[in-house]
């Protein structure tokens, strides 16, 4: 079973520009997350769907944040500007639609770094 | 003040040592706890996981356990290996208005050394 894959690994841009991050989940599941892991945290959860249906993005920074998940499978994930606080790695996971599943299969991240 | 909190914040030891990690939690109402183990440059990979009736769970070398009485639980490691280093992530799942949260500690960074 192939795992969660994103793209692109490392991205190193200048403040203020935009950048963008993709993530392919694993096949079938359902519910798609991003979350925001900075140096020496635990990870924070940006945004949930369910499907192409946001499910939470109460802590998505809804000024320079945005994030889409078209026909329910892949997702983006978009910064525009970004600050120097935005350097962080970020994660993407997936779970499989079964009832009761716990379990969140997460992709490699994508460590951003705004100078 | 996170709601998930971890000790040591870092460690070091020798290869072949053993070594525990602490999770103290205030979230509730709890639903499980997980262990992440998260190497450098990589996405999380679960553990173990356990629910509220279950004191005790081993996956290998690692054991976790889980009092939801004090609402602590530790992660031990037995005869540590050098693959071993690695941020550990404790990870408390709540149930909020008919739909769960997840709240992450800060993790714990193991290093083995030779």
């Known amino acids: 079973e192939a795992g969660v894959a994103q793209s692109p690994r490392y991205k190193i841009i200048e403040k203020r520009q935009s950048v963008a991050f993709w993530c392919n989940p694993i096949s079938g599941h359902a519910t798609l997350y991003w979350y925001q892991q900075i140096l020496g945290q635990g990870p924070k959860l940006l945004i949930q769907?369910?499907?192409?249906?946001?499910?939470?993005d109460s802590q998505l920074p809804k000024d320079r944040f945005s994030a889409e998940r078209l026909k329910g499978v892949d997702s983006t994930l978009k910064i525009q500007p970004a600050k120097l606080e935005d350097s962080a790695v970020y994660l993407c996971?997936?779970?499989?639609?079964?009832?009761?599943?716990?379990?969140?299969?997460f992709g490699p991240g994508t460590r951003l770094t705004v100078t | 003040k996170n709601q998930v909190e971890q000790s040591p914040q870092s460690l070091i030891i020798l290869e072949g040592k053993n070594c525990t990690l602490q999770c103290n939690y205030t979230v509730s109402p709890f639903s499980n706890l997980r262990w992440y183990k998260q190497d450098t440059g990589r996405g999380p990979v679960s553990l173990t996981i356990?629910?509220?009736?279950?004191n005790t769970k081993s996956n290998g070398r690692y054991t976790a356990t889980l009092d939801a009485d004090t609402k602590q639980s530790s992660l031990h490691i037995t005869a540590s290996q050098l693959s071993d280093s690695a941020s550990y992530i404790c990870v408390v799942r709540i149930i909020d208005s008919n739909d769960y949260k997840l709240s992450f500690g800060a993790g714990t960074t193991v290093t083995v050394r030779a």
């Open positions: 769907f369910q499907n192409n249906g946001v499910v939470d």
């Open positions: 356990m629910t509220f009736s279950e």
């Open positions: 996971a997936s779970s499989p639609p079964s009832l009761g599943s716990y379990e969140q299969y």
